[in-house]
């Protein structure tokens, strides 16, 4: 399995950030598969924001405040995060991964070990 994310590197403030994470290798339709949405900054842990199930449910991360969308195109076995009222602290290296199942504890969702595979990362700079 291979996960590739995809979008634009550089957004201004107050935009919507749309990144695209498309899957080769097996489909995100399989059943109890979630495919997370991970982002990180330097010298900061691993910051979940949300999740896909194989079905269709979604769970966002309340740190948000209900800025993240998470959709689904499955024709073209790609997850989709979008991202409103961006600012420079949503400046990170975006991932895309998978994992099997919900995690037991809620800090799961930001276990790197808890993922079996990941994206390379994209590099997004919010900035004027």
């Known amino acids: 399995v291979q996960l590739q994310e995809s979008g634009p590197g550089l957004v201004k403030p107050s935009q919507t950030l749309s990144l695209t994470c498309s899957v080769s290798g097996g489909s995100i339709t399989t059943n109890s598969y979630w495919w997370s949405w991970i982002r990180q900054t330097p010298g900061k842990a691993l910051e979940w924001m949300g999740a896909?199930?194989?079905?269709?449910?979604?769970y966002n991360s309340p740190s948000f405040k209900s800025r993240t969308s998470i959709s689904r195109d499955t024709s073209k076995n790609q997850i989709t995060l979008q991202l409103s009222s961006v600012t420079p602290e949503d400046t990170a290296v975006y991932y895309c991964a998978r994992r099997r199942g919900l995690p037991e504890y809620a800090s799961g969702w930001s276990s790197r070990r808890e993922y079996d595979y990941w994206g390379q990362g994209t590099q997004v700079t919010v900035s004027s």
């Open positions: 896909m199930s194989y079905s269709g449910n979604t």
